[in-house]
Nanobody
C-alpha cells in the first residue's frame, strides 16, 4: 500500500523557520522524483521545489529561491523541505508528491506564518 505522509507544519512568526518531512512507503522511493507543492487560500496549487530521484538536481519556484531547501534521504525514504525566512505569503497547505511510474500525493500539512 502506497503511503505519502507529510509532517512538520505549524504556526510560525515571519522570519522564522520550519522543516517539513515527507515519509514514503509502498513504492521504490529512489526511482521517484519528489516535490513539494502548496495551495494558499483562494489560490491554485503551485510547485514549490523539486528534487530528482538521486538528489542531484533541484529546482525551486522563484518565490522561495534562497529561502527554501529541498533534500532527500533515500535510505530513509524521506524528503525534506527546510523553510527559512518565512513570510506571511508562505502560508498554505503544503503537499508532497512522488512521481515516477506512479503519481502519489500526501494529505498535506498546514503552514501558517503570522505575527
Amino acid at each position: 500500500q502506497v503511503q505519502v505522509v507529510e509532517s512538520g507544519g505549524g504556526f510560525v512568526q515571519p522570519g522564522g523557520s520550519l522543516r517539513l518531512s515527507c515519509a514514503a512507503s509502498g513504492f521504490t522511493f529512489n526511482r521517484y522524483s519528489m516535490s513539494w507543492h502548496r495551495r494558499a487560500p483562494g489560490k491554485e496549487r503551485e510547485l514549490v521545489a523539486l528534487i530528482s530521484s538521486t538528489g542531484g538536481i533541484t529546482n525551486y519556484a522563484d518565490s522561495v529561491k534562497g529561502r527554501f531547501t529541498i533534500s532527500r534521504d533515500n535510505a530513509k525514504n524521506t524528503v525534506y523541505l527546510q523553510m527559512n525566512s518565512l513570510k506571511v505569503e508562505d502560508t498554505a497547505v503544503y503537499y508532497c508528491n512522488a512521481r515516477g511510474s506512479g503519481d502519489y500525493w500526501g494529505q498535506g500539512t498546514q503552514v501558517t506564518v503570522s505575527s
